[in-house]
């Protein structure tokens, strides 16, 4: 059975930084696109942050742009997290989908449809 794990979730204070990790079982993220996302309370499911399989391409949404950074590493993806600001918290989640012809900056939207996806990690900014 084909399972995400998401790890790293935590309480931090404004400025700090986490680095969240995504870990698979069943399949090599390797050959994944990989996408994080996160949903605060009584709002959308918004894309974090993206990585394509390949090229391993990137995308960034303009709030975290210069902040985060993702990466992947020994078949596991990460999202190290700096400046951590009050409007970051919410449950993190990772997706994973096998490559296909998108652009990065589309399979970092809301609603596109990944295969697969982890539980969540909860991140809370807070002081």
């Known amino acids: 059975q084909l399972q995400l794990v998401e790890s790293g979730g935590a309480l931090v204070q404004p400025g700090g930084s986490l680095r969240l990790s995504c870990a698979a079982s069943?399949?090599?993220?390797?050959?994944?696109?990989i996408g994080w996302f996160r949903q605060a309370p009584g709002k959308e499911r918004e894309g974090v942050s993206c990585?394509?399989?390949?090229?391993?391409s990137t995308y960034y949404a303009d709030s975290v742009k210069g902040r985060f950074t993702i990466s992947r590493d020994n078949a596991k993806v990460y999202l190290q997290m700096n400046s951590l600001k009050p409007e970051d918290p919410a449950v993190y989640y990772c997706?994973?989908?096998?490559?296909?012809?998108?652009?990065?900056?589309?399979?970092?939207?809301?609603?596109?449809?990944?295969?697969?996806w982890g539980q969540g990690t909860q991140v809370t900014v807070s002081s």
């Open positions: 990585v394509k399989s390949g090229d391993d």
């Open positions: 069943g399949f090599n993220l390797d050959y994944y696109a």
């Open positions: 997706a994973a989908d096998p490559p296909k012809y998108y652009s990065v900056q589309a399979m970092c939207k809301g609603e596109y449809a990944y295969d697969h």
